[in-house]
């Protein structure tokens, strides 16, 4: 069974427009529900992969309650911690003619220090039965900065794997818990350590230097069109996919961590797992919901995607 974390639930209401026209009444032509918050659409991926999983998150009021009844229909077990308030909602506006999409979120939950304990708890719990954790997405404000740092050495204690996918201070503050799989995009990657080159090669050598310097066993970066760089202990890879035709790429940065994830779960070695996470992030993109994609297609994409030794 695979764990995931989300301490920052969302209902994403994805609405494809045309195009974005500021300072004019903009008309969507569809509107969806979606579950969000990247943990939990790490769940929605495994769900599609026929793998095992459980997720927990907080969520509050009638959006909480919305989306727990999506992933009821997905299928997905879940364990909630109820709070005061209301669960985010994230905006995902697609450009259908432009096939990109961008994300406007609301503030997250507010959570108490008996709520938070009450998530350890059961977190404690449930740990001891996974074979990996997928911790991911921001901290509510509310949140210690260290959380994603106590879940680490809570899974540490029981041997467990945990990947860490969040940006900034929460994801610097894990490092001295040693999680096994620190990933981020590109992006990220700058706003956390103050630099992200444009090449390969560059990005790399400065993934490397991080991993050397925090004792990170793999570092694993989206980046785009590029495909996923992984620095391990093993060696270094560059998996890449065709690309696709966009119909909503939310959720693929997480398909990326539950296929991994995954993979590695079931015994394949870095390159096979590899492979696995960038044919299931362009299946994602190939669908209307947040996360939501097709084995047939994630099958379909394995067989056109390539792993480079680095």
Not at 99 to 124: K, M, N, V
Not at 158 to 180: E, K, M, N, W, Y
Request: charged share 20%.
């Amino acid at each position: 069974m695979i764990l995931t974390i989300t301490p920052n639930s969302a209902l994403d209401r994805v609405l494809f427009i045309d195009e974005f026209r500021p300072g004019i009444t903009n008309r969507a032509s569809k509107t969806i529900d979606c579950i969000g918050g990247k943990g939990l659409d790490a769940s929605v991926v495994l769900r599609a992969l026929g793998a095992e999983t459980l997720g927990m998150t907080f969520a509050a009021g009638a959006r909480g309650r919305r989306l727990v009844a999506l992933l009821d229909t997905y299928g997905i077990a879940h364990d909630v911690v109820w709070v005061d308030g209301e669960t985010r909602i994230a905006h995902v506006l697609v450009e259908t003619s432009r096939h990109r999409h961008t994300h406007i979120t609301t503030s997250g939950l507010s959570i108490s220090p008996a709520a938070q304990d009450e998530f350890l708890r059961r977190y404690r719990s449930h740990v001891g039965q996974a074979d990996w954790v997928i911790a991911a997405g921001s901290l509510p404000d509310t949140l210690p900065t260290g959380f994603y740092q106590t879940l680490a050495v809570i899974a540490q204690e029981v041997a467990v794997p945990i990947l860490i996918d969040c940006p900034g201070a929460p994801t610097r503050a894990a490092f001295s818990a040693h999680p096994a799989i620190v990933k981020m995009n590109r992006a990220e990657f700058a706003a956390t350590f103050g630099s992200a080159p444009a090449a390969i090669a560059a990005l790399k050598k400065e993934a490397e230097t991080v991993a050397k310097r925090e004792h990170l066993a793999a570092f694993v970066l989206t980046c785009g069109a590029e495909g996923i760089l992984a620095v391990t202990e093993k060696g270094a890879w560059l998996a890449s996919s065709p690309l696709q035709q966009e119909v909503n790429a939310a959720g693929a940065g997480d398909a990326v961590s539950a296929a991994l994830v995954w993979q590695l779960t079931v015994g394949d070695g870095w390159p096979e797992a590899l492979r696995w996470a960038a044919a299931t992030s362009a299946a994602v993109v190939l669908t209307e919901g947040t996360a939501d994609c097709h084995k047939a297609d994630v099958t379909r994409i394995l067989a056109e995607t390539s792993v480079q030794s680095l």
